[in-house]
């Protein structure tokens, strides 16, 4: 259904079809900024989804950002800014008077007042706090104590909890009635007098009791309560592993102080799988909208740690100078055995990293895996072996040098395959980060292996010294 | 609440901190298999959410997962085999008769049956469906007819749906009494006599509504019904963006045809990212449990790929093999080069690859994020053209091999940051998949200029021809 207004804007949809904002919508929003138009904002802009508006900000220029923010007013939906980079959300709030954001974020649900919150600096959230009234400035408090990435930081406050003494109807009758409820709920939490968890009710298993019945007849225990200190990913590959909607987040006590839902969850999933990625890739918590100096701030260390690495592994190089003096070919040659033990390690090491992420790799496989990867790193070493054998003795018309690299060449691809799955499975036993510096290590391993199985072999076969 | 048995498991938990299945539980279940002793296993395995027996299967040998299977029986829930690996689903089907299959089957939601069914051949499959009820089987052929990785394979295809006529009294009492509901469901459907697709109501909605009120008086519209068709990382989105729970599915028709939940959605999103992790990686669709073979295979061709690119590096340095003659130090040095080149390149690549896949880069910012590149290329360059200059003119006591390093460093760092952007946004534009092949192109980028740059500098600045 597509409803078209006089300016040719879809109601529809405010994507192309590869997913970005149309340029047709943004040229039109843009002028309307630049000309303080607030009747086309009204009209297009108010009545975006909070993640439309925040992918509209994301694709304006930073000035109009703010002057859109300006001519919103109250009217600028605050939720939008948890669906944008922190970047760009730091710039719009710290261009926002302090009683804009309190007011804005008194409309908020919890857990999305808190994901602008935990930002601010102390002064700023102090003065924004104490505007708010007192209930929700208290819950607000208590939600920014926990640990940041805990289940407490990203569990929203508002929830149904009844006592178990209740029929169905009385609860029906108070969700219709209440107020202060959640915009939207899937499951009704069962307390006791001190608002201990005593189970929960999903809302199809409430609509199809009896009315007469009582809430403790019906309710099921909460098999999973969620600790508030949890870190958000454990609590994810719960919400994963019992495929949940939401959850009681309690406190030590086992007292009900939120719920985590999905939606949150999803998000938390999303950024656990980008940070892998980026770890894997050797780049930290950067995101698109960083500045110049930051970014290179961030990719620096990484890139120091490389030089140490690659500098280690010259220095091997450096012991066989003379060899490489008598026999040039050795220099032209080295680098494939390197390059080739680099990219078995790479994947070995990937398909670890993951594996431990995901929990498929644990002590009962570990032997099997380690062995597999052996296995294949041998083979794969034989089969490269023969094949660059060949393309040496080719080159460089020399058939003993062919059968060294070949040598080299399975040294390194069973180097390979073991620093690729015993360094990321060291690294978890530690308890540190695999996807961080398994690939550093790794390729060390292989640089360092690959030069000095080539070199030292053919040193001693060809009685380079 | 921990609660423990005489065997000494607790039934609370079946996993130990490290989340992998408590040993003495496997032992436990492993001893029991052995003895073929149905009173241990109905006791302790039964009652296994269907996860749990995942993970179960998963951790026992392979003899064992066949022999538990069948000690189950017809208390084997098949909603287990959807949580564990290909390989090993394959492994327990394969030994299954095909009428415990369909008995099994039946048993299920349409979604989970789709799962188990897609994988299997043809014969087995129609077999297999043949024993079903009329209605099942129609509804299971129909999703299975759907393009793979399409939300039509992974909808469920029970759900609610009442006409718009309807009070919500009416609507609670179907819920009530109907047959042939889903387990589970947080929406209703509304749908015309011809099953097309009107509206959805929130089950809080229904529950917060007045009884006489009209079901067409409190829907709202579905404003992004997910044609089944749609390819399942597309219909993910949709879910991410919209933070939805569940979303009506629809055929070319607009009608009604299933429902997508947000558990299978944060499945594909899983999916999904650990396809982009293994393709940077340069490892195909493979699984932990996958044989040696079938894992040789899958890496060979990468490796091919790579090989041929490092001989492509490789033939640029034997270009220069009577400098490298005259001046050892060169081959001491040029790995060092090449490989900051290739480090700097996977970091903004893998910035790219990511940006690409969550939608965050397109033509808006594009062309600012390539000049952010090359000005942080270029910056970390100039760092580390000073930092390795003088590393290496402490090493071979020569100021000016010094200069040489430093120029090299600095074009191999810019052209690594033009690499890293620009292929993989070149491959996005004409529709490849940017994660597959990314990482050869750019090293074969860095490794190439970085020989180029150092050793045709040195060449002319020495004058070593």
Redesign the interface.
């Known amino acids: 259904m597509t409803m078209t207004d006089e300016d040719g804007i879809s109601d529809a949809d405010i994507y192309d079809e590869?997913?970005?904002?149309r340029?047709d919508f943004?040229t039109e929003i843009s002028d309307a900024i630049d000309r303080s138009d607030r009747s086309v904002i009204e009209r297009h802009v108010v009545r975006l989804?909070e993640?439309?508006l925040g992918d509209l900000l994301?694709?304006l220029p930073p000035p109009e950002r703010l002057t859109l923010v300006r001519l919103l007013g109250d009217e600028f939906d605050m939720t939008a800014l948890t669906q944008v980079?922190e970047a760009i959300r730091m710039e719009i709030v710290d261009q926002m008077p302090n009683d804009q954001i309190a007011a804005g974020i008194g409309e908020l649900d919890s857990d999305d007042a808190v994901y602008i919150l935990e930002d601010l600096d102390q002064e700023d959230r102090d003065e924004i706090l104490s505007q708010l009234p007192f209930t929700e400035r208290v819950r607000l408090r208590r939600a920014l104590e926990y640990p940041e990435q805990s289940a407490g930081r990203r569990m929203q406050t508002e929830f149904i909890a009844v006592p178990p003494f209740w029929t169905v109807g009385q609860t029906?009758d108070y969700?219709?009635e209440g107020e202060q409820l959640p915009e939207?709920?899937?499951q009704v939490f069962v307390i006791d007098p001190s608002f201990k968890l005593l189970g929960s009710i999903?809302?199809?298993r409430?609509?199809?009791a009896q009315l007469e019945a009582k809430v403790e007849s019906i309710m099921r225990?909460t098999s999973h309560p969620i600790p508030a200190e949890m870190d958000q990913e454990e609590a994810a590959?719960i919400?994963?592993?019992?495929?949940l909607?939401s959850a009681a987040v309690v406190d030590e006590n086992q007292r009900l102080v939120g719920v985590l839902t999905?939606?949150d969850?999803?998000d938390v999933?999303?950024e656990e799988?980008?940070e892998?990625?980026?770890h894997?890739?050797?780049?930290g918590d950067?995101?698109?909208s960083d500045?110049?100096i930051s970014?290179?701030r961030s990719?620096?260390v990484?890139?120091?740690v490389?030089?140490m690495t690659?500098?280690l592994?010259?220095?091997i190089?450096?012991v066989f100078?003379g060899a490489?003096?008598k026999m040039?070919?050795l220099?032209?040659?080295?680098?494939?055995v390197?390059?080739?033990g680099g990219?078995?390690g790479?994947?070995t090491?990937?398909?670890t990293?993951?594996?431990l992420a995901?929990?498929?790799?644990?002590?009962?496989?570990a032997f099997r895996?380690v062995r597999?990867e052996a296995?294949?790193g041998l083979?794969?070493g034989i089969?490269?072996a023969v094949?660059?054998g060949a393309?040496a003795v080719l080159w460089f018309h020399d058939f003993q040098l062919g059968i060294v690299i070949g040598v080299a060449m399975i040294i390194n691809l069973v180097a390979a395959a073991l620093g690729g799955i015993l360094l990321p499975l060291l690294l978890h036993r530690f308890g540190a980060d695999p996807a961080i510096a398994s690939s550093a290590f790794v390729?060390t391993v292989t640089?360092c292996t690959g030069y000095l199985a080539f070199l030292g072999l053919a040193t001693w076969w060809f009685a380079l010294r």
């Open positions: 590869h997913g970005a904002v340029s943004l989804h993640s439309e994301e694709a980079d029906i969700m219709r939207t709920f899937t999903d809302l199809d409430i609509l199809r225990e590959q919400f994963e592993q019992y495929d909607l999905i939606d969850v999803v999933i999303q799988a980008d892998d990625i980026k894997l890739g050797g780049v950067e995101e698109l500045n110049v970014t290179v990719r620096f990484w890139l120091a490389n030089l690659a500098i592994a010259s220095s190089i450096d100078d490489i003096e040039v070919a220099a032209v040659l080295m680098p494939i390197a390059s080739m990219n078995a790479t994947q090491m990937t398909v990293v993951r594996a995901t929990g498929d790799l644990d002590i009962y496989n895996v597999r296995s294949v083979f794969n089969l490269f094949i660059m393309i390729t640089d």
